[in-house]
């Protein structure tokens, strides 16, 4: 259905990358904001997508890769400052009326006349903070500046969750016009047959992920644990799971067939500002069993089981409990579904439609 005459169709450029879950978030909001009327360009930055990302983002948009790096590939500041130009000329080419970052850190510096929001789903800021509960310093201590200059210079900021918010200003400090829009995602394959493995889907070399737990749980558990997702990074970090059944990198189709499959679905995560894995796998009334954490408390207190994050007995305990109780995956497989309906794409681009409606009126009102 068309978004209605309240909401006119949009010009939007918004940036992405092909590597982590921002890619996920930007392609299926961007084709539910298509399916309303809205014209999208995706600019790419970081390594390239692969011929089957490229195929399914020009299905419903415009695709263009850009040179600058993003904030997160790079330690010295010096190899943004063509950002601010490149993306400028990017939208004074495509006629933007709105331009949608996906990190506050690109907002910074960027003279635009049309509206910009910033969406932070993650920053190393946050992530040290929650991972390590250290400051950030060195090398990386630019990123907590370019990141307040982002905000300050957005007409609306976006998290994904109130606990992702609530770290944004406990970290930065107070974050004006900054509100809160929970991630969606596409309902999955039919479920057919349950099998007897439990599901684990991550970037498994970044530490936040918490890849040791869910491997010394493996070692324990009765069932087998099946790891979706890289286990090197492009830096060089590694992880080991030699207690699982590593997967590697899997593309999206095939791990939300793996979801529909598994009799239970795990996330390990010590730092997490959404989880959209835990959603989708919600989404295919998989049961959860998932890290202690604020986020997934948010999100999912009462409809899935939770563990200490630290602790590889207690989960292979969850683990083992569920394994043991086909009743009890059963209830708990349809509160995560009932609960997963809540975060559909289109509650998501519709809430976004009203951030996009008010960083227009906060640049018309200047």
């Given at each position: 259905?068309?978004?209605?005459?309240?909401?006119?169709?949009?010009?939007?450029?918004?940036?992405?990358?092909?590597?982590?879950?921002?890619?996920?978030?930007?392609?299926?909001?961007?084709?539910?904001?298509?399916?309303?009327?809205?014209?999208?360009?995706?600019?790419?930055?970081?390594?390239?997508?692969?011929?089957?990302?490229?195929?399914?983002?020009?299905?419903?948009?415009?695709?263009?890769?850009?040179?600058?790096?993003?904030?997160?590939?790079?330690?010295?500041?010096?190899?943004?400052?063509?950002?601010?130009?490149?993306?400028?000329?990017?939208?004074?080419?495509?006629?933007?009326?709105?331009?949608?970052?996906?990190?506050?850190?690109?907002?910074?510096?960027?003279?635009?006349?049309?509206?910009?929001?910033?969406?932070?789903?993650?920053?190393?800021?946050?992530?040290?903070?929650?991972?390590?509960?250290?400051?950030?310093?060195?090398?990386?201590?630019?990123?907590?500046?370019?990141?307040?200059?982002?905000?300050?210079?957005?007409?609306?900021?976006?998290?994904?969750?109130?606990?992702?918010?609530?770290?944004?200003?406990?970290?930065?400090?107070?974050?004006?016009?900054?509100?809160?829009?929970?991630?969606?995602?596409?309902?999955?394959?039919?479920?057919?047959?349950?099998?007897?493995?439990?599901?684990?889907?991550?970037?498994?070399?970044?530490?936040?992920?918490?890849?040791?737990?869910?491997?010394?749980?493996?070692?324990?558990?009765?069932?087998?644990?099946?790891?979706?997702?890289?286990?090197?990074?492009?830096?060089?970090?590694?992880?080991?799971l030699d207690h699982c059944v590593?997967?590697?990198?899997?593309?999206?189709?095939?791990?939300?067939?793996?979801?529909?499959?598994?009799?239970?679905?795990?996330?390990?995560?010590?730092?997490?500002?959404?989880?959209?894995?835990?959603?989708?796998?919600?989404?295919?009334?998989?049961?959860?069993v998932l890290a202690d954490i604020?986020?997934?408390?948010?999100?999912?207190?009462?409809?899935?089981?939770?563990?200490?994050?630290?602790?590889?007995?207690?989960?292979?305990?969850?683990?083992?409990?569920?394994?043991?109780?086909?009743?009890?995956?059963?209830?708990?497989?349809?509160?995560?579904?009932?609960?997963?309906?809540?975060?559909?794409?289109?509650?998501?681009?519709?809430?976004?439609?009203?951030?996009?409606?008010?960083?227009?009126?906060?640049?018309?009102?200047?």
């Amino acid at each position: 259905m068309l978004q209605s005459l309240t909401h006119p169709p949009r010009r939007i450029l918004m940036t992405t990358d092909a590597v982590g879950g921002v890619w996920r978030y930007s392609l299926d909001l961007a084709r539910a904001l298509a399916t309303g009327g809205d014209s999208i360009m995706l600019a790419g930055l970081g390594p390239q997508p692969s011929a089957e990302q490229v195929r399914e983002a020009r299905s419903f948009a415009t695709l263009t890769w850009l040179e600058s790096p993003p904030d997160w590939m790079t330690r010295d500041e010096i190899d943004l400052e063509q950002f601010p130009g490149e993306l400028k000329a990017l939208a004074t080419a495509y006629g933007a009326d709105l331009v949608h970052l996906n990190a506050p850190a690109q907002a910074a510096k960027l003279d635009l006349p049309c509206p910009i929001v910033a969406v932070s789903h993650s920053c190393v800021v946050t992530w040290l903070h929650a991972v390590r509960d250290q400051v950030v310093a060195g090398d990386w201590a630019w990123q907590k500046d370019r990141n307040r200059a982002g905000f300050d210079r957005a007409g609306m900021v976006v998290a994904p969750s109130r606990s992702h918010a609530d770290m944004l200003e406990t970290c930065y400090g107070p974050i004006a016009r900054l509100s809160v829009v929970h991630n969606g995602a596409l309902p999955g394959p039919p479920v057919s047959r349950r099998e007897a493995f439990v599901l684990a889907a991550a970037r498994w070399w970044d530490d936040g992920k918490n890849a040791a737990v869910l491997n010394a749980a493996a070692a324990i558990t009765e069932w087998p644990v099946y790891a979706a997702g890289p286990l090197e990074g492009a830096a060089g970090e590694k992880a080991c799971l030699d207690h699982c059944v590593s997967l590697g990198s899997i593309d999206h189709a095939e791990a939300r067939r793996l979801m529909a499959r598994a009799s239970i679905f795990v996330s390990t995560s010590i730092y997490e500002p959404f989880g959209l894995a835990a959603l989708e796998a919600g989404l295919s009334g998989t049961p959860l069993v998932l890290a202690d954490i604020a986020t997934y408390r948010e999100i999912w207190d009462g409809a899935a089981i939770f563990f200490d994050t630290r602790d590889p007995h207690a989960l292979a305990a969850c683990i083992n409990g569920l394994a043991r109780d086909a009743d009890l995956r059963r209830q708990l497989g349809r509160c995560a579904a009932r609960r997963a309906r809540r975060y559909s794409l289109q509650a998501q681009s519709a809430t976004m439609r009203q951030i996009y409606d008010r960083a227009a009126t906060a640049v018309a009102g200047h």
